[in-house]
């Protein structure tokens, strides 16, 4: 089974860092893009980052660019997302998926992990 799973959530202040992973099994993780989502309470899943198959490329929603950075390790069947100068309007839980290409949308991602929380305090 594909099984995508995300850790490094939680809490943090306004202002902070926290990093994000996903690791992901069941799949040829190197013929993937992989995005991360995030939906907070109320609200429709929004995009954050997603990243190509190789890791060349990279496209971020405008409310993060200049403060998230995506990542991979292909060795390691893992994405990453960095999150500097956190905001409270970044909490939601957020989710990474796996796409046969790489889309700011929903629809390609045909994966997805249970997502973890993230929390920023004012």
């Known amino acids: 089974q594909v099984r995508l799973v995300e850790s490094g959530g939680g809490l943090v202040q306004a202002g902070g860092s926290l990093r994000l992973s996903c690791a992901a099994s069941g799949l040829t993780f190197s013929s993937y893009a992989m995005g991360w989502f995030r939906q907070a309470p109320g609200k429709e899943r929004e995009f954050v980052a997603t990243i190509s198959v190789s890791g060349g490329s990279t496209y971020y929603a405008d409310s993060v660019k200049g403060r998230f950075t995506i990542s991979r390790d292909n060795a390691k069947n893992t994405v990453y997302l960095q999150m500097n100068s956190l905001k409270p309007e970044d909490t939601a839980v957020y989710y990474c998926?796996?796409?046969?290409?790489?889309?700011?949308?929903?629809?390609?991602?045909?994966?997805w992990g249970p997502g973890t929380q993230v929390t920023v305090s004012a």
């Open positions: 998926a796996a796409s046969t290409s790489l889309s700011v949308i929903t629809t390609p991602y045909k994966y």
